[in-house]
């Protein structure tokens, strides 16, 4: 099992920037997928981005492709999901999750983070 902790969340305006960090307990696997999942009040829980533990695949949902981006830095292990031009509709609760399989289905993911808020002010 994997302990994620998130950090970086908060109150931006519209239009904002945030980063949000995820760093795991241990090295991850070497076929491990991270990802940033989000939960609006009301919502059920959606797919935001993933990325490799290595190699460059990437993937986006389609609300936020071209103004998020996933990272990771190996020497750390940390993975970020950097936050441009944030809109109302982006407020929820973001939270990092770790899987063996390259899915936007939440189910693949068997170890998830205690999330962090992000809210973002019209």
């Known amino acids: 099992q994997v302990q994620l902790a998130e950090s970086g969340g908060g109150s931006v305006q519209d239009g904002g920037t945030l980063t949000l960090s995820c760093v795991p307990s241990?090295?991850?696997?070497?076929?491990?997928?991270y990802a940033w999942f989000r939960q609006a009040p009301g919502k059920e829980r959606e797919f935001v981005a993933l990325?490799?533990?290595?190699?460059?695949?990437?993937l986006y949902a389609d609300s936020v492709k071209g103004r998020f981006s996933i990272s990771r830095d190996n020497p750390t292990n940390t993975v970020y999901l950097q936050m441009n031009s944030l809109k109302p509709e982006d407020t929820a609760i973001y939270y990092c999750?770790?899987?063996?399989?390259?899915?936007?289905?939440?189910?693949?993911?068997?170890?998830w983070g205690q999330g962090t808020q992000v809210t973002v002010g019209s």
């Open positions: 999750a770790v899987g063996s399989e390259y899915s936007s289905n939440s189910r693949a993911y068997e170890d």
């Open positions: 990325i490799r533990s290595r190699g460059t695949s990437e």
């Open positions: 241990r090295r991850p696997f070497s076929r491990s997928v």
